[in-house]
């Protein structure tokens, strides 16, 4: 089992940057690929970002690369994402998402879900 708690949302203006983070728990936690998914008002959970459990591999959506860099720590048991250059359409609530490869992750195949911290960036 594992267990994700996001933190560091808030609002940002536009070409602004902020980073938001996810503590990750459990006994194999570490071992698992991480990602960031984001929603926003009546849209589809879209996936962001994700990095192998190595911390090697990483992948990220085309609207959000060159912007946004995913990274982790698993001696903190955390991942971060920071996002810079940030623009009104990446409001959204970003979620963290844990599974046992990349693939799964970006594919949609999660395992375990945070809740979500939201993000909202004024023009």
């Known amino acids: 089992q594992v267990q994700l708690v996001e933190s560091g949302g808030g609002l940002v203006q536009a070409g602004g940057s902020l980073s938001i983070s996810c503590v990750y728990s459990?006994?194999?936690?570490?071992?698992?690929?991480m990602g960031w998914f984001r929603q926003a008002p009546g849209k589809d959970r879209d996936f962001v970002a994700v990095?192998?459990?190595?911390?090697?591999?990483?992948n990220s959506a085309n609207s959000v690369k060159g912007r946004f860099t995913i990274s982790r720590d698993n001696a903190k048991n955390t991942v971060y994402l920071q996002m810079s250059s940030l623009k009104p359409e990446d409001t959204a609530v970003y979620y963290c998402?844990?599974?046992?490869?990349?693939?799964?992750?970006?594919?949609?195949?999660?395992?375990?879900w945070g809740k979500g911290t939201l993000v909202t960036v004024s023009s």
């Open positions: 998402a844990a599974s046992e490869t990349t693939s799964r992750v970006m594919s949609g195949s999660v395992d375990y």
């Open positions: 990095i192998s459990w190595t911390g090697i591999t990483t």
């Open positions: 459990g006994r194999t936690a570490s071992r698992y690929a």
